[in-house]
């Protein structure tokens, strides 16, 4: 069974930190990309930065560029994504997501990319 269970979510003031925390099984993690999106209320979700299997190529949205880094531990089948000077607009439902067929490149990651998915954990940044 396929499960991506995020972690490390809550409430932080602006300009705090936050690590999130996504722990996959069921699949090929060293095969597959790993990616993140959020989804704020009233709004579509959006694909926030990714990590290849290969080369560990990297992606970012411009809005977090400079203040979210997504690494991988493949010992540990994670997959984190550490959230500093965090801001308001950050206040977001965050999901991992993982696919053994894409790649990330500069067009970002969709949401049809990708096959699996976790259920989310909460974001807020209070100003």
């Known amino acids: 069974e396929v499960q991506l269970v995020e972690s490390g979510g809550g409430l932080v003031q602006a300009g705090g930190s936050l690590r999130l925390s996504c722990a996959a099984s069921g699949f090929s993690f060293d095969d597959s990309a790993i990616a993140w999106f959020r989804q704020a209320p009233g709004k579509e979700r959006e694909g926030v930065s990714c990590?290849?299997?290969?080369?560990?190529?990297?992606y970012y949205r411009d809005s977090v560029k400079g203040r979210f880094t997504i690494s991988r531990d493949s010992a540990k089948n994670l997959v984190y994504l550490q959230m500093n000077s965090l801001k308001p607009e950050d206040t977001a439902v965050y999901y991992c997501?993982?696919?053994?067929?894409?790649?990330?490149?500069?067009?970002?990651?969709?949401?049809?990319?990708?096959?699996?998915w976790g259920q989310g954990t909460q974001v807020t940044v209070s100003s």
């Open positions: 997501a993982a696919d053994e067929m894409y790649y990330c490149s500069d067009n970002g990651p969709r949401m049809s990319d990708f096959g699996y």
């Open positions: 990590i290849s299997r290969s080369d560990g190529s990297t």
